[in-house]
């Protein structure tokens, strides 16, 4: 690589690029950040750093309501200049003349390396808050279709673990070459989001990386330093430890009262120590330490209640606390949402998902499945009540027809709701060997068919399994079976290209496609090609899943938008949200179908890292809010509202106990009349005996 001069200013009108044999990275004469990052011999020229602000932007926030300063107010650009290999961007305060910044840059053969320098000229201390300063990572994680997504964008993974830090970025679909950005100095203690309003769900954000708490004092300078490096795919932990960071791997990030934290830490060196610790604390959340390669690296476990104690609980809290028992009520019979900060139920008509459909039919579905391994006459009462409520104002039992909201309102129909109703009928079926619910699982399905599910992709479709209980019990499902063999088609010559549908590309557009063949493949037609595409949809899927040592993000897929939809804060940002249990069940379904076991091992760990959703009174959140805030931007990229804080579980009680429905149907976490043997669904008869 050519040297720079030394200390040649740049101006400001022209560009400037460095490359070396992994990629080339262009920076912004404007303002000093950098423009983009592109992987040479990527025939799409994907921009690893595109985001609606720059790379490298740094931003120091006041946390009054209403103040959220922009660098250009905060900050003013002086210039760049060469200093040797270094490219050196500098700021300094326009208003206050206390701060400024250089942020030096180079590309060498083994990565992009920057240093973000900061001063204090005043003659007095300055304290910083977590979150006030944050450095902007604007790595490519947005949302187009299917089709762009997978070539021309990325999934960000990203761990602000204190002195030892990292992201892990990787494309969303097959690319031979991945990134991993490794902190050299300082630590990074949280990262925020920055995101357009107008994408609503369809944009993750740009990435606002913060320094923890520390004081600056009159005189003195702090440098955080990471650097950028690309790597084969596959190839992250090896990366890690070579750019010196630490690599900490949990046998479990979740445990349960029985079971001890089994964790080993490497070092930069390869050298590998291990710790073991029982949960000496009981039930909560565990932080881990460890001094390991000159850093102090952080982690977090979880030690959940078992899975019977948590079900316990849950069903009688959803049975106690969230029926709504008002006899003049619509609502009467139904399981709403439960505020946990007011302590009472909670239905909103008008926004969909706060009614008392939709996705809240999954709290019965769980509790029908619990009642085949339990015998309780209070939770069997509540169900036949719920029931009651079901076919009088969301299900049709002449027709199949599964209602958006209270009323049969035709107005609104939404495929995703038909698979939540066919597994209760599945379930109650299982539970009670009573006729009509064949009935009504045949007429739900029809129903699902007939308004076009045969090009949707559904969450919670198992409609291999219930065509085969319907044939097992001497239904003619022939009809069924050419639609779901014209769905299977359709999914197959779909490939990749996924159709959008409430979100334009994300988790759970791909988990069905894993869903619906894996068990197409098992039950009805091994036939290669199947077995072949699969392998695609699984890897897709895969890549969504975190690897960071911590049991929020651990084989947790990225969802961002389940707070704003369904959480009492209305919050968008990363979450853990019960739609990671899709990619669980997933990956159980693929090990069936293929034989790899590792697949379940995966599925575990997803399903151990959910059960932090629920609390031991039975209680629950709807999503885990991770970024420490998010911002809200509009067209013009100023803040719209005041950013809101997260790190917490949102208090509504909504749309999580679909976690518990798969680990009790997986197997995987003890047996509660699913079938451990190969970990599917249903296939074997309720423990308890027909009522």
């Not at 990275?25 to 983009?36: C, E, K």
């Not at 894996?518 to 699969?534: G, N």
Request: glycine letters at 8%; proline letters at 4%; hydrophobic letters at 35%.
């Amino acid at each position: 690589m050519a040297a720079l001069s030394v200390a040649a200013e740049v101006p400001l009108g022209q560009d400037v690029v460095r490359s070396n044999a992994d990629f080339v990275v262009t920076w912004n004469p404007g303002d000093g950040s950098l423009s983009s990052l592109v992987m040479n011999g990527d025939n799409d020229q994907m921009n690893w750093i595109e985001g609606t602000a720059h790379w490298g932007q740094i931003r120091l926030v006041a946390q009054s309501p209403g103040r959220a300063f922009q660098n250009s107010a905060a900050f003013r650009f002086k210039g760049m200049h060469e200093d040797g290999e270094w490219v050196v961007s500098s700021y300094e305060m326009e208003k206050w003349e206390t701060l400024r910044a250089e942020v030096r840059r180079r590309v060498t053969d083994e990565a992009l390396e920057e240093e973000y320098v900061f001063f204090n000229d005043a003659k007095w201390p300055v304290y910083f808050r977590r979150g006030d300063l944050g450095i902007l990572a604007t790595f490519n994680d947005s949302y187009g279709d299917a089709a762009e997504c997978l070539v021309r964008r990325c999934h960000a993974h990203i761990w602000c673990g204190g002195e030892n830090s990292w992201v892990h970025v990787l494309k969303m679909g097959p690319f031979p070459t991945e990134l991993a950005l490794v902190l050299q100095k300082g630590d990074l203690d949280a990262y925020s989001v920055r995101r357009l309003w107008d994408e609503w769900s369809n944009d993750r954000g740009d990435f606002e990386l913060h320094p923890g708490a520390f004081v600056l004092k009159g005189g003195e300078s702090r440098t955080i330093a990471w650097k950028v490096a690309a790597h084969p795919e596959g190839k992250f932990d090896e990366t890690l430890l070579r750019l010196g960071g630490v690599k900490i791997d949990f046998r479990q990030e979740t445990i349960f009262p029985d079971e001890t934290f089994e964790i080993d830490v490497t070092s930069p060196d390869g050298s590998v120590r291990h710790y073991s610790r029982k949960p000496d604390k009981g039930v909560g959340e565990y932080a881990f330490e460890f001094a390991a390669g000159g850093k102090k690296a952080k982690a977090f476990g979880y030690c959940s209640p078992s899975l019977e104690s948590l079900l316990e609980s849950r069903v009688h809290f959803i049975v106690r606390n969230q029926q709504c028992l008002d006899k003049d009520s619509p609502l009467y019979g139904a399981y709403l949402i439960y505020d946990t900060v007011d302590g009472r139920q909670y239905f909103d008509y008008r926004f969909r998902d706060f009614n008392s459909c939709r996705e809240r039919i999954i709290m019965a579905v769980t509790i029908a499945r619990w009642l085949c391994s339990h015998d309780d006459p209070e939770v069997r009462a509540s169900l036949d009540l719920f029931e009651k409520y079901a076919r009088r104002e969301c299900y049709d039992s002449r027709t199949g027809a599964v209602y958006d909201t209270i009323g049969k309102d035709p107005k609104f129909k939404r495929l995703y709701n038909a698979p939540s109703f066919s597994r209760l009928w599945f379930e109650l079926f299982n539970l009670t060997h009573d006729p009509k619910y064949l009935d009504d699982l045949e007429k739900t399905l029809f129903g699902f068919y007939e308004l076009g599910g045969e090009k949707f992709y559904p969450n919670g479709a198992d409609f291999s399994s219930d065509i085969a209980l319907l044939e097992r019990e001497g239904r003619d499902a022939s009809r069924l079976r050419e639609h779901l063999e014209r769905h299977v088609a359709n999914i197959l010559a779909n490939g990749l290209c996924y159709p959008s549908h409430e979100v334009r590309y994300e988790q759970t557009i791909v988990s069905p496609a894993v869903h619906i063949l894996s068990r197409y493949y098992q039950l009805v037609d091994r036939r290669a090609d199947i077995l072949e595409q699969l392998k695609d949809h699984v890897d897709a899927l895969r890549r969504f899943n975190g690897n960071q040592p911590d049991h929020k993000r651990r084989e947790i897929p990225i969802r961002h938008w389940d707070g704003y939809w369904f959480g009492r804060n209305r919050m968008y940002g990363d979450t853990l949200h019960q739609h990671s249990a899709f990619s669980a069940r997933a990956f159980i379904l693929y090990a069936a179908a293929s034989g790899e076991k590792g697949w379940r091992e995966r599925a575990e760990r997803c399903l151990r890292n959910c059960l932090c959703m629920f609390r031991p009174d039975g209680t629950a959140t709807a999503a885990w809010m991770l970024p420490f805030s998010t911002v809200m931007l509009g067209k013009d990229g100023e803040p719209l509202f005041p950013r809101q804080l997260g790190e917490a579980p949102d208090p509504f009680a909504n749309d999580m106990d679909l976690a518990l429905y798969i680990a009790m149907a997986s197997g995987l976490l003890g047996d509660f009349g699913g079938e451990p043997a190969d970990s599917t669904y249903g296939t074997r008869k309720c423990q308890q005996q027909t009522q």
